[in-house]
C-alpha cells in the first residue's frame, strides 16, 4: 500500500504594504477621533481594504490599537557597552524618541486604559513592558558584574524613566526631552544604583547619544 504525502496547501503571502497601511490608518483615527473612534469599520474605509484583511492579523481592535501604537515607536535592543551609564543611557533615551505624532498615538491610547481591561493587558504586554524589560536587563547585569548592589529595588528603579515618559505623554501629549532623560538617568538611577559604592557613578560625558 503506497504512502501518500499529505497536501500542502500555501495561501496568498499577505501583503507588508497592506499591514503598513492599516497601521498608518489606525493611528491617524486615534489622532483624530480618539479610541472610540477608532472602529474596525472606519479604519478598514481609511486602509482601503476589506475588514476581513484586518482580522486575519488582529483577532481583536485591542490588538490592532496596540500594535498601531507600537509600529509608531523605536525598538531598542539591551545594550552592552562595557559601561554602566552609557547603557542605562542607551536603554532610557527609548524614552525621549517619540515624535509628536507617536506621542498624540500613545496619549489616546493611555486615557482609555484605565477603562478597557483587555486594552490595558494588551497595551502592558506589547508597549509598556519590552521597554522596561530593557531597563531590567541593564541593571541585572551589572548587579551581576558587581557594579550594583545585589539587593537595590531594581523593578523601583526601572521603573523611573517609564512613569516620567508615560506621565508626559499624559499631561503634555508629548515624549520625554532627550536631555530630561540624560538628567534622570545621571542625577536619579546612577545615584540609587550606586548608593555606597560612589566609585561605580560615571561622570557624566560631554558625548549625547
Not at 501583503?15 to 472610540?36: C, W
Not at 502592558?124 to 550594583?148: M, Q
Request: aromatic content about 4%.
Amino acid at each position: 500500500m503506497s504512502s501518500v504525502e499529505p497536501l500542502t496547501v500555501v495561501g496568498r503571502p499577505r501583503d507588508p504594504e497592506v499591514e503598513r497601511g492599516i497601521l498608518e490608518a489606525t493611528q491617524d483615527l486615534l489622532i483624530d477621533r480618539g479610541y472610540a473612534g477608532t472602529t474596525i469599520a472606519a479604519v478598514a474605509a481609511r486602509a482601503r481594504c476589506g475588514k476581513s484583511a484586518i482580522y486575519r492579523r488582529w483577532d481583536t481592535k485591542a490588538d490592532l490599537v496596540v500594535a498601531a501604537v507600537a509600529a509608531s515607536q523605536q525598538k531598542r535592543e539591551a545594550p552592552d557597552t562595557g559601561d554602566l551609564r552609557e547603557d542605562l543611557l542607551a536603554a532610557a533615551l527609548h524614552f525621549a524618541e517619540a515624535g509628536d505624532r507617536a506621542a498624540l498615538v500613545l496619549a489616546r491610547v493611555l486615557s482609555e486604559i484605565g477603562r478597557d481591561e483587555e486594552l490595558y493587558r494588551a497595551a502592558h504586554e506589547k508597549i509598556g513592558g519590552p521597554p522596561v524589560a530593557t531597563l531590567v536587563s541593564v541593571i541585572e547585569c551589572w548587579i551581576e558584574r558587581g557594579a550594583i548592589a545585589a539587593d537595590v529595588h531594581v523593578a523601583l528603579i526601572a521603573a523611573i524613566v517609564p512613569t516620567a515618559a508615560f506621565g508626559s505623554v499624559s499631561l503634555r501629549q508629548r515624549g520625554l526631552e532627550e536631555q530630561t532623560v540624560i538628567d534622570l538617568v545621571d542625577h536619579v538611577l546612577l545615584p540609587a544604583l550606586t548608593l555606597g559604592n560612589p566609585t561605580q557613578i560615571a561622570t557624566p560625558s560631554s558625548r549625547r547619544i
